[in-house]
């Protein structure tokens, strides 16, 4: 079936380590994003990506890198350089042709920081 | 700054009641909002409203959009324990970049609580 796929849905991660969060998708769509939700928040877009091989910051990149080198994979990167990166990360991904409705999103990924 | 503001931001009924979620927003280039359910993890789909008056419906959910005061409601009548979630509600800006496509701005979302 097609779908969005997480991994992994737990991570526990030291200060001062980078973790990599992935996130593939079989739906053929052009237009990949993170987010990420904090208690009593809304989803907060970190990275997008529109087309393979691009991407763009969204509100929250700071301390976070993503790629884009294929259509199904679009992997995040916490850094040590993000200060509070506990939090449940959101993978999404969009047929452009058919508008937001069609966003499809991934079982998402806790990770702590210890 | 875009914004989009949900109220309550809580909210606790019991089974049988109706519940109406309000949705407000400023954005520029306005192309859609979107209401999602969260329960566990991944927000599910709705309702995409982009057109003023225009009610959507399905079962006992309902929604409608006034693009004239900028704001949203969804309508949930006789509640069950089942609508417990998170209501997310979304919309969608041109964006900068120059793609034909919106980003999406979420609000921080009501939390539901149905009561048997």
Known sequence: ??????????????????V????EQNLNHDAMYWYRQDPGQGLRLIYYSQIVNDFQKGDIAEGYSVSREKKESF???VTSAQKN?????????????????????????????? | EDKVVQSPLSLVVHEGDTVTLNCSYEVTNFRSLLWYKQEKKAPTFLFML?????EKKSGRLSSIL????????????????????????AVEAGWNYGGSQGN???????KLSVKP
Not at chain 1, 1 to 18: A, H, M, V, W
Not at chain 1, 20 to 23: K, N, Q, V
Not at chain 1, 85 to 113: K, Q
Request: net charge negative; glycine share 12%.
């Open chain 1, 1 to 18: 079936d097609g779908g969005i796929t997480q991994s992994p849905k737990y991570l526990f991660r030291k200060e001062g380590q980078n």
């Open chain 1, 20 to 23: 990599t969060l992935s996130c």
């Open chain 1, 75 to 77: 992997p995040l990167t």
């Open chain 1, 85 to 114: 990166p506990t939090a449940f990360y959101l993978c999404a991904s969009r047929d452009d042709d058919l508008g937001g409705n069609t966003i499809y999103f991934g079982e998402g990924s806790w990770l702590t920081v210890v």
């Open chain 2, 50 to 54: 982009t057109s003023s008056g225009i």
């Open chain 2, 66 to 89: 006034d693009k004239k005061e900028l704001f949203s409601i969804l309508n949930i009548t006789a509640t069950q324990t089942g609508d417990s979630a998170v209501y997310l509600c």
């Open chain 2, 104 to 110: 999406l701005i979420f609000g921080k979302g009501t």
